[in-house]
């Protein structure tokens, strides 16, 4: 039996964070957090880019074309998106984690969610380095996971 399982190793890897400005207070912890794992596990800094978009929408629009470029190993999507008073959170969050989906399926590189959708800003604060850990830094994991097995083992 064959069994795979990607390494965390960073080591020559490129990586592109595409980060919501829309709650950019929450961004810029996910950021730091994804930051902190890929130098941690050997990505050298000129191998982090960022790019900042107006909102968590147009991740979508970002990451598709960062996985046609194939200038990086995985793409990491960044953001907050909070409830309002309105129904549109629930429209906007659903439609950004499918189109992450969408975009992964696409085969070209490994596209990974560090979304943050939150009943309200304490949660939000809670899942980017507060008391719920970081969700930016859990997302540049899975990503150093993915990028290895992507080279490796599929």
């Known amino acids: 039996m064959k069994t795979y399982q990607g390494?965390?190793?960073?080591?020559?890897?490129?990586?592109?964070?595409v980060v919501s400005r829309f709650n950019d207070f929450i961004g810029k912890r996910l950021v730091e957090g994804a930051v902190?794992?890929?130098?941690?596990?050997?990505?050298?800094?000129?191998?982090?880019?960022?790019i900042w978009v107006p909102g968590s929408l147009e991740i979508l629009?970002?990451?598709n074309k960062m996985t046609k470029k194939k200038k990086c190993d995985a793409?990491?999507?960044?953001?907050?998106?909070?409830?309002?008073?309105?129904s549109h959170f629930d429209f906007l969050a659903s439609q950004v984690i499918k189109g992450i989906s969408q975009i992964s399926?696409?085969?070209?590189?490994?596209?990974?969610?560090?979304?943050?959708?939150?009943?309200s800003l304490e949660q939000a604060?809670?899942?980017?380095?507060a008391k719920e850990g970081n969700k930016g830094a859990q997302a540049a994991l899975a990503a150093l996971e993915m990028a290895d097995l992507n080279e490796t083992a599929i």
């Open 105 to 119: 399926l696409s085969g070209n590189l490994p596209v990974v969610s560090g979304i943050i959708t939150a009943d």
């Open 125 to 129: 604060i809670q899942r980017a380095g």
């Open 36 to 50: 902190d794992v890929l130098v941690r596990h050997g990505v050298e800094e000129n191998g982090i880019e960022v």
């Open 61 to 63: 629009y970002v990451a």
């Open 7 to 17: 390494k965390l190793i960073g080591k020559g890897k490129r990586f592109t964070l």
């Open 75 to 86: 793409v990491i999507c960044l953001g907050a998106i909070i409830k309002g008073e309105t």
